[in-house]
C-alpha cells in the first residue's frame, strides 16, 4: 500500500518562500508520477504541479504559479519537493501530493495535506 506523507506548511508573510516535501512509502518510487495539488476554503481541488516518474519531466497547471513554483523529486530519497517563492495570499491552501501509477492515469494515492497560510 502506498502512503504519502507531506510537511513544510507553515504561516507566512508575502513575498516569503516555503518548501513542501512529499515522502513516499510502500512501493517503487521510480513508478509514480506525483503530483501537488491545492486546496482552498470554498474553491475545488487544482493540480498545481506534476513530475514524471524519472524527473525528467514537469508540468504547472496552474498560471499564477509558474515562474514561482518548482516542482523536483530526489529518487534516491522517495521524496518529491514544491519549492514555493514570492508567496502571495492567494497561495494560501492546503497542499496535498498525490500518486499515479505509470500504468493508469489516475492519482490513486493522496497524503493528508498540509496547510500553507500566506498572510499580506
Known amino acids: 500500500q502506498v502512503q504519502l506523507v507531506e510537511s513544510g506548511g507553515g504561516l507566512v508573510q508575502a513575498g516569503d518562500s516555503l518548501r513542501l516535501s512529499c515522502v513516499f512509502w510502500?512501493?517503487?518510487?521510480?513508478?509514480?508520477?506525483i503530483g501537488w495539488f491545492r486546496q482552498a476554503p470554498g474553491k475545488e481541488r487544482e493540480l498545481v504541479a506534476a513530475?514524471?516518474?524519472?524527473?525528467?519531466?514537469?508540468?504547472y497547471d496552474v498560471d499564477s504559479v509558474k515562474g514561482r513554483f518548482t516542482i523536483s523529486r530526489d529518487n534516491a530519497k522517495n521524496t518529491v519537493y514544491l519549492e514555493m517563492n514570492s508567496l502571495k495570499p492567494e497561495d494560501t491552501a492546503n497542499y496535498y501530493c498525490?500518486?499515479?501509477?505509470?500504468?493508469?492515469?489516475?492519482?490513486?494515492?493522496w497524503g493528508q495535506g498540509t496547510q500553507v497560510t500566506v498572510s499580506s
Open positions: 513530475i514524471t516518474s524519472g524527473g525528467g519531466g514537469t508540468i
Open positions: 498525490a500518486a499515479q501509477h505509470i500504468s493508469t492515469s489516475t492519482y490513486d494515492y
Open positions: 510502500g512501493r517503487t518510487f521510480s513508478n509514480y508520477v
